[in-house]
């Protein structure tokens, strides 16, 4: 099983190859010079995702990036053809990345199972529905599970749902905003860490926002796994580009998440290799007056200074009731010898 200090970061297709196998291949391999560690694609068909109606139900009201258009049209153009996918899977694997999809039907499971799949990724909005969680917990496959718009009762639910199928289901939960774009006000990071205390589990970021901060500070919170949209540069317009970084803004987001990770540490209260070399210039105590032997040392001619090759300052209060052992200049370390 993984290990929760290994950070994983996927790199999300999503619709951003444009319906164009070609570009699907390029993304893959932008991902992997941009610091990805894996791939995650879609499968899904417009028909297996919502039906074709055309009535207000099935039109997009609310959401700005896609307000207006209908569920069915926007699938259409978002979907990426399941012929490609284990082309895909291979071209990724070929590179040493690991390959996820994300399903949200018995078909696409189905279709999964035949190709070999040991990633599963369930979708936000596919958290509350059952049937879909029970069926990819019967694969005993990995599963990871975005949580956005989700109540911690859903949650709850969801995942006793696999561990019923699956008790020693390998499970790793994502913290999501399912805004498209999302803002920093919608992100509620600290329910990172409700979940890791809650479930025990990995968990990580599905990250629909526009910088690095919501990723560094989510590592900071016990983050783990990471998800983004990427897309190319100046590539096709798509459903998807707006919260989709460029090859060169994943790998900067890449590298912000890394350098978090090694800020973070190990929690010990010690000096790190790089500060061995600074730890000379602590205080330590001198004289600053030359003192005679059997002179008293006194406040006017000991101090605490800087470097630290003298007395520790503990010891300050305690030679002020003593005495030289022998003539001392100015600028001299102190040490025990010195001392009566």
Known sequence: MRQDSIMLIYAELSANHAQQERLAFELID????????????????????????KTAPFIIQDQPLWKGQNLWDLYQKAYTP????????????????????????????????A???????????????????TKVASTHKEIILSTGMATLSEIEEAVATIYSVNPAATLTLLRCSSAYPAPASSMNLRAI????????????LSDHSTDDAMAVCAVGLGATVFEKHIRLENGPSTPDDAFSLTPDQFAGWAAAIHRAKDAMGDGECKPSPEELVTLPFRRSLFTVKAIRAGEPFTR???????????????EYEK???RKASCDIPAATPLSWDLVE
């Open 300 to 314: 006017e001619n000991i101090r605490s200074i800087r470097p630290a090759t003298g007395l520790h300052p503990r």
């Open 193 to 204: 860490q409700t979940l890791i205390e809650r479930f025990k589990v990995p968990v990580g």
């Open 115 to 133: 190709h070999g799949l040991e990633t599963y990724k369930i979708a936000s909005a596919e958290l509350i529905d059952i049937p879909l969680l």
């Open 30 to 53: 932008a991902a992997a010079r941009s610091g990805a560690d894996g791939i995650k694609v879609q499968t899904y068909t417009p028909d297996t995702i919502t039906l074709k109606d």
């Open 82 to 113: 399941w012929e490609w996918q284990p082309r895909l899977k291979q071209h990724a694997e070929s590179l040493g990345l690991r390959f996820a999809a994300s399903v949200f039907d018995s078909s696409s499971v189905d279709f999964w199972e």
């Open 319 to 321: 030679l002020l009731s």
